[in-house]
């Protein structure tokens, strides 16, 4: 392929497009930049698997440390298991990319985008969404594109397309925006709880810009003279599905019109249909019967057909009777309930809640600045997380089993999503000090779990005690689209996803939203139809967050016993050293003899933890008293630590020693220390002389009365 570049630009901000330069033998490859950030984007194809009835795509994101000039830690200097970032952003590549492949295409299809450069500028995660899709089209793969996504920011009252790191830290927008030629295809945002309509606005605003990028491809195509491919679909032998359809469409129908049946009555039912009408039929007819044949030469052809009917007759009576499989109007929200405090306060805090028959258990941990998260394997700017959210999906959950392994791109999606709709309510460092954990365990699935998970993590973070600016909840939208024909749906189960055409969580306060996350099945919609979802999720949200204020309505002025306590003092950065002391030991030592753990950061503050709180107030003293400046004149009462014939030691402060020549001990002539201190007696003394060295010269010469009096009250307060 020639070599030809593009460029495209928004707002000053250029995108530049390069092709038939690197990765010659992938399928199709492009170099996409904007600042000195580039992402090299692949797309390659293979010939299908016997037996596959699934679009096998793979769509893996790469980083390397040498993109911004570094090597990596550890012993093996190299990449090791991708940070959390990486797996995110392989999902946000493959969310708005998977729906735009024809559902009948079984070939192996693979997506690598490997960010080769970076700045601190330029996000690449949205360069690469973008890049999937020139790759595709390049490697000319079928496909409902061209596909582009942008990142929309707002600072002030001002959107911008694709800010900087910088510019998205200082807003309180960061919202990305994938879409296709037919409509916004994904969306995924994190808000400082803004209006409903300030975030559909900005929705509107990202997707004129991805149209521009849209038209930019087209372009490019038509520069190299590649058209868009439309392979014909196989040909379908209809006989075993009208055969299906002719023994199951009524039993099928019956049960899903039967809304007093819960999930698990409802799926043994339809599976007894699928096995006395369906296979016992088939199993009856003769072995070289054209249905039976085809029937075992593709053993999920049943299941396919079945689920696909199951789904038309769902879909239907959506659309007919504005009813669903389980009675609810389709804005109705499940039944609600809500517990706290369920676990032993061991657990610092903790929150039960139930939405149908979706079940999550959050846990919340405090713990101190030394447990925040290193990113320092990490290409981005932020070096550090000191909220953590972690979601676990069991099997048990669905009642099913399998091994359990460690989480995959759902758990951490998922997580990441409930993290982001909390993020924003959560207290400053300088506020609250504490490194947060929550961790939520789904129990039971039904739809809708990363909304639930939120809201049980608002009740877990309120019963710990965190002080949360307000409580935040959240709601999964769904939707059924045949033709021109549209039914939006609040609070779906896993029917209702599992063959419904959207996927719309939606989370916030009761002043704006906080998160959102939408997914499609289909190329595409149209803003207006977003535009009610987030409108009809409001209610839905509201109507949650009323339940769980019922329960608790603010957070405990009491953390549990168990939680540790923090102090955070501030010292002048140079004494850090004395703190620590040669190789730690003095660090070690105040550890030791207080039971206390800390923390100390480069600009001096320290953080001092202990679950009983005189520990941590003991370690502060310690401390305080080894970094205090003193000056000559002060007075302290102190008690001697040692004696030496010249004189004794005093220890003023914790921490802190001063000498007391013999000349110094009594105002007249003194034989032997001794006759005067000795080991452990309360002694006042004052400061006569810092020396060069900085070693403290003391005297219990020339005390006044009352300076004496203000040392005893001083000490007895430490």
């Known amino acids: 392929m020639v070599e030809l570049d593009k460029s495209i630009s928004f707002d000053g901000r250029d995108i530049r497009l390069k092709v038939g330069l690197l990765a010659p033998q992938a399928g199709g490859s492009v170099l996409i930049q904007s600042g000195d950030t580039a992402v090299l984007v692949t797309a390659t194809r293979s010939g299908g698997r016997e037996g596959i009835d699934f679009l096998p795509l793979m769509v893996d994101y790469e980083e390397r440390l040498y993109a911004a000039g570094r090597i990596p830690g550890g012993f093996l200097r190299r990449e090791g298991r991708p940070p959390e970032k990486v797996t995110l952003t392989g999902r946000l590549i493959d969310r708005p990319l998977r ?54 920011g707002l600072v002030g009252d001002d959107f911008i397309i694709n800010p900087t790191y910088a510019e998205i830290e200082a807003g309180d927008l960061d919202l990305v925006v994938a879409g296709s030629p037919d409509g916004v295809i994904m969306v995924e945002a994190g808000a400082n709880q803004l209006p409903e309509q300030d975030v559909i606005e900005a929705i509107d605003f990202g997707y004129e810009a991805v149209r521009d990028l849209i038209e930019a491809q087209r372009e490019l195509m038509a520069a190299l003279g590649i058209e868009l491919v439309q392979e014909t679909p196989p040909e379908v032998d209809s006989t075993l599905e009208n055969f299906i359809r002719d023994r199951a469409t009524a039993q099928i129908k019956e049960v899903l019109s039967k809304f007093e049946l819960d999930k698990n009555s409802r799926d043994a039912l339809l599976d007894q249909i699928k096995e006395t009408q369906v296979l016992a039929a088939i199993a009856q007819l003769p072995e070289d019967d054209p249905i039976r044949v085809a029937s075992a030469a593709n053993s999920k052809t049943v299941s396919n057909v079945f689920k696909e009917i199951t789904k038309k007759l769902m879909r239907r009576q959506i659309l007919e009777d504005s009813v669903r499989v389980d009675g609810r109007k389709l804005d109705e929200v499940r039944p609600v309930s809500c517990r706290v405090g369920l676990l032993p306060n061991r657990v610092h805090g903790s929150g039960l809640f139930n939405r149908g028959l979706t079940q999550v258990l959050s846990v919340c941990t405090l713990g101190t600045p030394g447990d925040a998260q290193d990113l320092a394997d990490d290409l981005h700017p932020e070096d550090e997380k000191r909220y953590l959210h972690h979601y676990n999906f069991p099997p ?152 769980m204020l019922a329960t608790i309505d603010q957070p405990r002025t009491e953390m549990s016993p168990y939680a540790p306590r923090l102090l955070t003092i501030k010292i002048e950065p140079e004494l850090i050293g004395m703190v620590i002391g040669p190789g730690g030991k003095m660090i070690k030592s105040i550890t030791e003899e207080t039971g206390a753990k800390i923390d100390i950061e480069d600009d001096g503050t320290i953080t001092i933890s202990a679950v009983d709180g005189e520990k941590a107030k003991k370690a502060r003293n310690i401390i305080q008293g080894m970094t205090r400046r003193l000056n000559e004149g002060d007075v302290y009462a102190g008690r001697v630590t040692r004696i030496i014939p010249i004189g004794a030691f005093v220890e003023v402060l914790p921490g802190k020693e001063g000498m007391i020549h013999i000349s110094q001990l009594a105002d007249y002539r003194v034989g032997r220390v001794e006759d005067e201190v000795a080991v452990g007696d309360e002694v006042i003394v004052k400061v006569r002389e810092i020396d060069s060295k900085g070693r403290i010269n003391l005297t219990r010469l020339g005390i006044h009365p009352d300076e004496a009096a203000a040392a005893r009250e001083a000490a007895a307060s430490r």
């Open 396 to 547: 048990y959950s669905v009642g099913e089993t399998k091994p359990m392994r460690a989480p995959g791109r759902r758990e951490i999606g998922h997580g990441a999503l409930a993290a982001r709709a909390l993020v924003p309510v959560l207290p400053s460092k300088e506020e609250f000090p504490y490194v947060i954990r929550v961790v939520s365990e789904i129990l039971s699935s039904n739809g809708s779990t990363s909304m639930g998970s939120v809201c049980g993590s608002t009740l877990a973070l309120m019963d710990a005690g965190v002080p949360i600016a307000k409580p935040v909840s959240g709601a999964a939208m769904g939707l059924i689209k045949e033709g021109e024909e549209v039914r939006i749906l609040t609070d779906i189960q896993g029917i209702e996803d599992f063959l419904g055409d959207m996927d719309f969580k939606v989370a916030g306060t009761d002043t704006g939203i906080t998160a959102l996350q939408m997914d499609m099945k289909i190329s595409g919609l149209p803003l207006n139809i977003i535009a009610k979802a987030v409108e009809q999720a409001k209610g839905a949200r509201l109507h949650i967050l009323e339940k």
């Open 99 to 152: 729906p735009l492949f024809p559902s009948w295409l079984r070939d192996d299809i693979q997506v690598v985008a490997t960010t080769l450069s970076m700045d601190e500028q330029v996000p690449p995660d949205v360069l690469a969404v973008t890049g999937a899709s020139i790759a595709v089209l390049l490697a000319k793969i079928p496909f409902q594109g061209p596909m582009a996504a942008v990142r929309v």
